[in-house]
C-alpha cells in the first residue's frame, strides 16, 4: 500500500491520530527546551557533521583501524556484506555455543536485517529486552518509530496484551505496574540466556570500542549475564577518536528524548575472561550509499529520531504509513536507496517543509534529499501521464500567450461549472477545501489596463 | 532608497489567475514606498510546480523564459517566498546563461525582504487595529530564513514581524507552534489530501485558540489551502497577504 493510502487509514480514527501527533511533539518541544540550554548547540550539530564528513570520505581506512585494534582487544570481528550474510554470522556464532535462547536489546540494524525472523526459522527464542520492543514483538509488530518503538499504542492497549501475554490483571492500565510486570518477565528470560546481542551506537576507530547506548540499563543486563556478545554495527558508526563521543553523546539523547544524557552509555573494550565479544560489520547497501554523491550524507544518521519527531507528517501518519525499517523522513532518503520502486512514494510524504534538516543533529540535508530523489524516481518511473503533462506544463510556460490561453481557459471553466462537478470526488482539491473564488480578471489584465 | 534601481514585479503563476488583488498591493505598496516597479508583461511561471514534483529536468525552457524575462532588471521583487526559493535553488542550470543565473541569486528578493533588507523600512505610518495571525511558510521560514527557526539555536528575528509590528493597532498574535507547516506543500495537497487537510485544520485550530481575526503570510498558496478549509467548515477567519495589510494599512 501506498504512504497516501496508509496515512488516511491512520487519519480515520482522529483522536488517536490527534494523541500521536501531540504525543511526539511534546518530545520535539522537550528537545527544544534542552538544546537550547546548550549555549553551543549550533556549533555542536556543526562538528558532529563534520566529524561525519571525515568518516565518509576515509571509511575505508577507519574501519580497517578500528578492525585491527578490536582483534587486538580480544574481539572477534565479522564483515557481512548483506543481511544475509550477517544473519548467517550471527546464527553460526549461536549454534557453536549450542544456544537456543537469546536476548537483543534495541538494534535497527538487526530489524533491516530481519534477524528476528530468521533466527526464529532456525529454532532459536529471541527476546528483545527494550520494553517498548518487548511490547512490539508480543503483537508481532515492527517498531513503528526507532526511538519510541511502542509510541502507536496507548496504554490501554499494553494493558490489554500484557493481560493476555504476562497475566496482569484485566484493566490495570498503571505504568508502573506494567513496568514491574515486564521486568519480572524479562528477568527470567536474561537469566536463561547464554548470547546477548546488542547494536552499537559509536565504534571508535583509535581504540576498537564500542559505545551501546539504553534508558533501560537492558544492553548491560543482556551481555553481563551472557557468555558471548554479539554486536551488530552498520559500518557508518565508525567514530575517529574516543574524545569524539564527547560531541555524539550530548547531541544524541537531547535530540532523541530531551534527555540531558541517556541514562546508560555502556563502553565495551575486552571480553571478560572465559567470555567472548563478536562484533558483525555490516555493509548492507551502505557503501551504494556512499557512492551517491546526492545522498551519501544520510549516512552520518545516529538515528535519534528527532527528524520523527519533528515531520508534520510522521507525527499524523504514524511509522508504518511509511513500510520500510526506518520511517519518517531519514528512512524517505534511506529506504529508495535499497529498493527505489518498492519505496517510491516516500519521497512524495513530504511537503518540502525544511524541518527535519533544522533538526537533525548531524545536519542531514533530508529536505533536499527528499527533493532529490524525487527526480530520481520520476527518471526511474520512464514516460507516463505524469511526465507527459509535466513536458507539455512546461511548453505552456515557455511561451507566454499559451499560459495566458491556458489560465482563461481554467478560471473560465472554475466560473461556469457547477460546484457538483467543481466539488465532485474526481476533484481531490475540493474534497475538503473550498477552492478560491475566481477574479474576473487577472493582474495580467488588470496591469495593462491601469499601468501600461 | 534605491530609487534609481529597475525594478521587476514577479508574480506567481497562480496570484496572476486567482489573486490579483495580492499582486495589486504588493505593486501599490512598492510604488507608495517610492520603488520604481514595472511588470514585464510576458512573465508565466517559475517551474516549481514540476520541479517539486520530481521533473526538474522538464523546467529548462520555463527557467530560460524566465531568466530572459527578467534580465533587463537591477531587483526582482514577489509576493511569494516559495517561488523567490525556487528559483534560487531549484531552477535547473541553463547552458550559456551561468552568469546571469548566478546574478539572479543576488537580484531576486520575497517582499518582506526586500522591504526590510534593501529598502530598510522602519517607520511605516499606518494603522490597522486587529489581532493578526502570522502563517510563516516553510520555503520561506527556513529556504529563504525571513524568520528565525524555531528548531535552531539562534536569537528571535522576523521580517515579517519587524513590517507589522510598524503598524499602530495591530496585534501580532503569539502562537502555539509558531513555524509547523499547513500541508499544502504543491502537488502534497493532492497526492496526500487527507493529511494536507488535517495538517492545514491543525494549523487554522492553533490561530483560532489564540482570537486570531485574520491570518496572514507571505505565500497564498498556503493562505488558499487554509482559507480552502476554513471556508468548508465556516470558521471565522479572515485572510489577507501580508502586502494586503500593509498597502492597506499606509494608505
Redesign the interface.
Known sequence: MS??AK??EF?QDADK?KWH?ETL?FVRDKR?TI??T??E??ELRALASRIKDNVLANLDEYLVQFEEKAKANGIQVHWAKDAEEHNQIVLSILQRHHCKAIVKSKSILTEECHLNPYLEKNGIEVVDTDLGERIVQLLNQPPSHIVLPAIHLKKRDISELFHEKLQTEKGNEDPAYLTHAARLHLREKFLGAKVAITGVNFGVAETGEFVVCTNEGNADMGVHLADVHIACMGIEKIIPRRKDLGVFLRLLARSATGQPITNYNSHFRSPSPEKEIHIVLVDNGRTDQLAREKFKNSLKCIRCGACMN?C??YR??GGYSYGSVVPGPIGSILSPGLDVKKYSTLP????????C???CPVKINIHEQL?EW??E???AQGTNA??IS??I????????FA?QVT?AM??GALRILPDSITYSGLN??G??????E??K????????KN?? | MPLNKKIGLF?P?Y???????V??AT?ELLEKLGCQV??P?????C?Q??????????????T??FVETFREYDYIIAPSGSCVLHIKD?APAIAGMEKEQESLHYKIFELTEFLTDVLKVENLKGSFPHKVGYHAS??G???LRLGS??????PFFSKAKQLLDQIAGLEWVELT?T???C??????????????????K?RLQDHLAHGVEILTGGDMSCI??L???A??NQQPLKFMHIAEILNQAIS
Open positions: 504512504h497516501p496515512a488516511s487519519l491520530a501527533d511533539w527544544d538544546s537550547k546548550i549555549p548547540w549550533e519533528t508534520p507528517i499524523r501518519s512524495f510524504a513530504s511537503t518540502l517543509c525544511g524541518s534538516t533544522d533538526v527533493y524525487r527526480q524516481i520520476t527518471k505524469k511526465s509535466m513536458k506544463a512546461n511548453g505552456i510556460f515557455t511561451v507566454p499560459y489560465g481554467m478560471r481531490t482539491w474534497k475538503q477545501r473550498d477552492l478560491p475566481t477574479p480578471e487577472t493582474f495580467k489584465d488588470w496591469y495593462k499601468r501600461s | 508574480i503563476c496570484v496572476d489567475q486567482f489573486y490579483p488583488n499582486a495589486i505593486l514595472s511588470y508583461i510576458g512573465q508565466t511561471c517551474g510546480p514540476m520541479a517539486n514534483a520530481g521533473y526538474e529536468r522538464d523546467t529548462v525552457g520555463t530560460r523564459h531549484h516553510c520555503h521560514q527556513r529556504g527557526s524555531s528548531e535552531l539555536h539562534q507552534r513555524d509547523e507547516c500541508g499544502f506543500g504543491g502537488t502534497f495537497a493532492v497526492t496526500e489530501e487527507a493529511l494536507s487537510v488535517q495538517m492545514g491543525d488558499m489551502h482559507e480552502g478549509i471556508k468548508r
